[in-house]
């Protein structure tokens, strides 16, 4: 195993190296400039000037990305100009809500996606197969924005069973953050839910199409014994790829759910850093979701090579 890993980071760390690259030139190709967003309108090109050398704009582009690479390799990422504070307080300040989140999010995709996609391989009755399908097609044609505000209109609005919105912390008062969280965590987990139940279903109907479940069906083996302890598994290692896959969506869909649901996270600053052109803040920001999301990929890599040894050895 340890070999196994020491032949993937290579390559995830030059996916890091090219995604930086990327983040910083797509933020320096967006018209407009950042300098000028800051002075104000009523600024001379003496303060625009003076704002530009202060931000490193001045510098020539490699040049400027290069200081941007060390300042991250010594885990300095400087002041933001535009919100005001250090860099790293607010992503730190932010970070937490949003992995609770999504973390909740991840919870619900897998309570989910199980159940669902098991019914759906093996429900007997066609009736039940096709309600499954047609919930996880349902799901995935709203968008999440539309999710969030049908479930707010009918458990906030209607029932008046949920929060609305807002945040509380799970060590002060967790019955309180639980209310909190449940709405943004279910509008976030279905859309990933409804995909990794439709790979579970395609797995496990592969899976009982094999010879040896028509052959442990002939020597009297129950149906539950050989989907949950001979199709199930084997259907396991693609469904912890998409699981993995769907995780980078989760922390890059948080973004927008965070917004609807009022949720003190990552979101706001992303929004605030890109409507103020603080480069700063919507760089770092931008490179931490490719490095959570290639983080995750890797750690996807790890788990599908123990549950398939074939992986192992190749």
Known sequence: MRTFLLKR?????????????LVFLILRLIPGDPATTLAGPDAGPAAVAAIRAQLGLD?????????????????????????????????????????????????????????????????????????????????????????????????????????????ESLLDAPDLALQYLLLPAVCLALPSAAVL??????????????????????????????VWRHALPNALPSAVTVLGLQIGHLVAGAVLVERIFAWPGLGQLVEQGVLRRDYPVVQDLLLLIVA??????????????WLDPRIRWE
């Open 292 to 305: 959570v999301y290639v983080t995750v990929q890797l750690l996807t890599d790890l788990v599908y090579a």
């Open 197 to 226: 139940a439709r790979y579970l279903t395609d797995g496990i109907e592969r899976a009982l199409a094999e010879d040896y479940v028509r052959t442990a069906t002939a020597v009297g083996v129950s149906r539950r014994r050989i």
């Open 9 to 21: 980071l290579p390559s995830a760390l030059l996916v890091l190296l090219l995604a930086s690259f």
């Open 59 to 167: 510098r020539p582009l490699f040049g400027q990305y290069l200081h941007w690479l060390g300042e991250l390799l010594t885990g300095d990422l400087g002041p933001s100009y535009a919100i005001g504070g250090q860099v790293a307080d607010l992503i730190t300040d932010g970070l937490g809500a949003t992995a609770q989140l999504t973390a909740a999010a991840l919870l619900l995709v897998v309570v989910i996606a199980l159940p669902l996609g098991v019914l759906g391989a093996t429900a007997r009755r066609r009736p039940v197969g096709a309600a499954v399908r047609a919930f996880t097609t349902a799901v995935l044609a709203v968008p999440p924005f539309v999710t969030g505000v049908l479930l707010v209109l009918l458990f906030a609005v209607t029932l008046g069973l949920l929060p609305a919105g807002g945040h």
